[in-house]
């Protein structure tokens, strides 16, 4: 009984452990990010670290439907409930020149009118910086209200533009 409270005791004292990032530039330029602070001679920068938990989480995926070459039947169609409000705010993207994904993304928008900025990461070191806040591991990087998608999914992205406020 003793040894099971021990591992429980053990087990909740590292979960509830809170975890800092740090990050340093050593002198050969290279970037240093560690859960431990940096040597004493090196100028240490504090890293705010995000959870999926402070964003919206994913859509659920829908199942593909199967094709078929049937003809349609005149039935009549099934009523959609009505959306709860599009949302009206701008899209951020965070892209860089060469990113096919970025290209489709961006045409996406255009053709239905959605507004968007785009920063492209290579060019602009303020955006490279919010992207690396925001957890960016590729790009495209799309933010819709509170809601993060890496990569680009039409489905997705609409889904997120009817569920955001």
Sequence with gaps: ???????????LSFSLAGAEMYQWVAEDGSVT????????SRKRKK????????FA???PQQPATARSDKKPSNAAPQSVP??????SG???MYVTEWCGYCK????????????YVAYDIEKDSAARQRHKELGGRGVPLIIVG??????????TLEYYLNSSR
């Design 57 to 59: 989480p994913a859509p």
């Design 1 to 11: 009984m003793r040894a099971l409270l021990a591992i429980i005791t053990l087990l």
């Design 90 to 92: 701008t899209v951020e």
């Design 104 to 115: 489709q993304a961006k045409s996406y928008m255009n053709s239905r009118g959605i507004p």
């Design 33 to 40: 990010f560690k859960d431990t602070p940096p040597p004493a």
């Design 146 to 155: 509170t809601n993060k998608m890496s990569g680009f999914s039409p489905e």
């Design 47 to 54: 890293v705010k670290v995000y959870n999926d938990s402070d």
């Design 82 to 87: 009505p959306r709860k409000g599009r949302f």
